[in-house]
């Protein structure tokens, strides 16, 4: 039998000031990035409008920062170093705050864990002081040379803190975080020059921008691909810059989120992000963009973590409203607003999309036909056939330079009408991509099913939305559709909400389902495809728990686009001029018609100077 420890009552004691400095530190400073951002934030408080950063293995040697702004007088120096000095706080309230730092905790627990060097200068002053901090201990003010404006060295950082540099990554992966800081301060202040070394290699040298032009800098973007923000919700107003569905990235590093000119990683603004993109992206990617929120600052806790980095709403739900709603206008615009892709062959694509489901049986083209639509002559591609190679081929008429289409060629783009972003239809390659000419002579390239299942997803999210459910078809001999039992049991969880869609079920013993009706919209082709892939979705899904509740909203939209794809024209159907026109029109007035479903592209452009570096005319 295993004895009891022995036990001593503890006694409570004071701890001294640099174990506290230490503790403090760790949370403070976690990493250089965190340093880093901890410094340049003061130097943007501090007026700057030049900000240069020079980093050696990723900061964990030396952290170098200099700027322009108001310096520091002797005095202030020795207040800087103490724990919970700021010249930032004009009342005890912590409400009115406007500046990104104001703890006045960064300085010292630089100091308390690494070697730490500021020299400053106000305009007043004829001379710099510089003040040192050596693990805490600190060497009073002496004068020193330098320009008006701070400059701040860190070097060792956390040499006196052994656990700390212990778990810290390598240079490379402190260095991406680094830089991954300096971004979002870039962002966050357009009106002061930045310039960023690591290990003597310029990282980025922005100048002093615009807001559009420095988010494109950051966004490693150019400004006309940016779709801008401007939404107002009471005294709430969301700003920025977000990209089209098009440009995505595998992580969400490319997401820049700032309220009040600070940048922050809010999970719950991240989650309203998510939840605007989820129509137009493909699963698992993440889109690109800058928002900027002003709030109130009586409605905003910024005194959340010592990080600064995480804030508390006085109405969180209002925030998520205006961010799902403004970036769903913003993306809600038909393909006439822009935001297809543009081709390129010099180099592999950033962005690789996974394989498309399987297609199901062709169903009929049902596309409206408007008469003011131009008429359009298309010259059908021909097949080559076998003989000799000057013969003419058919559809093509013999002329003094060669072979030319026999049909009316295509019309000119100063004949095109403007008011078609997408121009006019003038062939169809491999039955299944439309090419057609913008009005700005631009090459466009269509995929008919991927433009077809959006529209048909539009469709569908607007009957739905109209009026609730949409209208079902009942079949004349019910289907039995046999099922892992897993996947039956999680469609009749969803029965009542699928009935809604059109598509009335019964059990029909274990592992198989009885399907009664289908919706009208899309007829009987395929449906148990269909009702076997929505069945996937719902089994996979980890929220499948709250669909057995009654909260079917989640999944809502995956089984409006599984349907949209299952009753979209399919590829390899060949069409008619008219209907390739009809196409275009409507992707031009659809919502969110530049990607499918799957968050795919619909169209590409290939423009004149495209071609003609393809050719080799220009470089």
């Known amino acids: 039998m295993t004895e009891a420890p022995s036990f001593s009552r503890p006694t409570i004691r004071r701890l001294s000031g640099h174990v506290i400095d230490l503790i403090a530190a760790g949370e403070v400073i976690e990493r250089p990035a965190a340093a880093l951002k901890e410094l340049v934030e003061n130097a943007i408080d501090a007026g700057a409008t030049r900000v240069v950063v020079a980093l050696r293995a990723g900061g964990t040697d030396r952290i170098d920062v200099t700027d322009n702004g108001c310096g520091m007088s002797p005095g202030e120096l020795e207040l800087a170093v103490e724990r919970h000095c700021t010249s930032k706080l004009q009342d005890e309230r912590l409400v009115q705050i406007r500046t990104l730092g104001f703890r006045g905790e960064a300085l010292p627990s630089i100091g308390a864990s690494a070697r730490l060097s500021i020299t400053s200068r106000t305009p007043e002053s004829d001379t710099a002081w ?3 901090v050596d693990a805490g201990v600190i060497t009073p003010p002496q004068p020193a040379s330098g320009p008006v404006g701070t400059r701040i060295v860190v070097t060792d950082l956390f040499f006196a803190t052994p656990a700390r540099r212990k778990f810290l990554k390598s240079a490379r992966v402190e260095s991406g975080h680094a830089e991954s800081v300096m971004r979002r301060l870039a962002l966050s202040a357009p009106h002061c020059a930045m310039r960023v070394l690591l290990d003597d290699r310029v990282l980025f040298d922005l100048p002093e921008q615009s807001p559009i032009a420095r988010t494109a800098s950051v966004l490693d973007t150019t400004p006309d691909t940016l779709i801008p923000l401007d939404e107002q919700r009471g005294s709430v107003r969301l700003s920025g810059f977000a990209c089209g569905p098009a440009r995505t990235r595998a992580t969400g590093s490319g997401q820049f989120i700032l309220v009040n000119n600070r940048p922050v990683t809010d999970p719950m603004l991240r ?26 600052l009586e409605r905003l806790d ?5 990080a600064k980095t995480e804030l508390r709403f006085a109405d969180e739900a209002e925030i998520r409203s205006l961010v799902i709603g403004g970036l769903g206008r913003a993306l809600g615009h038909g393909s006439s607003g822009g935001g297809g892709i543009h081709a390129s062959f010099g180099s592999r694509p950033s962005i690789v999309y996974p394989p498309r489901p399987p297609e199901p049986q062709e169903r009929p083209l049902s596309l409206p036909v408007q008469g003011s639509l131009p008429a359009v002559h298309a010259a059908r591609l021909p097949t080559l056939p076998d003989g000799p190679a000057s013969a003419p ?9 060669g072979f030319a289409p026999a049909a009316r060629p295509p019309r000119q783009p100063d004949t095109l009408d403007p008011a078609f972003p997408l121009g006019a239809a003038i062939a169809q390659v491999f039955d299944t991509y439309i090419l057609a000419l913008a009005p700005d002579g631009d090459l466009v390239l269509v995929d008919q099913h991927a433009a ?4 048909t997803h539009e469709r569908l999210r607007e009957q739905y939305a109209s009026g609730g459910t949409l209208r079902a078809q009942a079949l004349l001999l019910p289907e039995v559709v046999d099922l892992p039992r897993r996947e039956a049991e999680a469609l009749m969880a969803c029965a009542e909400d699928l009935s809604k869609l059109g598509i009335d079920l019964e059990s029909f013993g274990p592992g198989s389902v009885l399907l009664r009706s289908v919706p009208a919209l899309l007829g009987a082709q395929d449906i148990q495809g269909l009702l076997k ?22 999944h809502l939209d995956a089984i409006l686009a599984r349907m949209a794809c299952h009753g979209s024209i399919r590829a390899g159907r060949r069409l008619k001029p008219e209907e390739m026109d009809a196409l275009l029109r409507e992707m031009e007035q659809t919502p969110r018609a530049n990607t499918c479903s799957h968050g795919r592209p619909t169209w590409l452009k290939l423009t004149r100077r495209e071609l003609e570096r393809l050719f080799g005319r220009v470089k």
């Open 130 to 132: 510089c003040i040192r």
């Open 271 to 296: 989650t309203a992000i998510r939840v605007a993109y989820r129509p137009v992206i493909e699963r698992g990617r993440f889109p690109v963009m800058a928002l900027h929120l002003k709030v109130p």
């Open 302 to 306: 910024v005194n959340v973590h010592p």
């Open 393 to 401: 081929r058919p559809g093509f008429a013999e002329t003094d330079q």
């Open 452 to 455: 077809h299942e959006r529209l």
């Open 533 to 554: 892939d929505i069945a996937d979705e719902l089994a996979s899904d980890p929220d499948l728990d709250a669909a057995s509740t009654g909260s079917f909203s989640h």
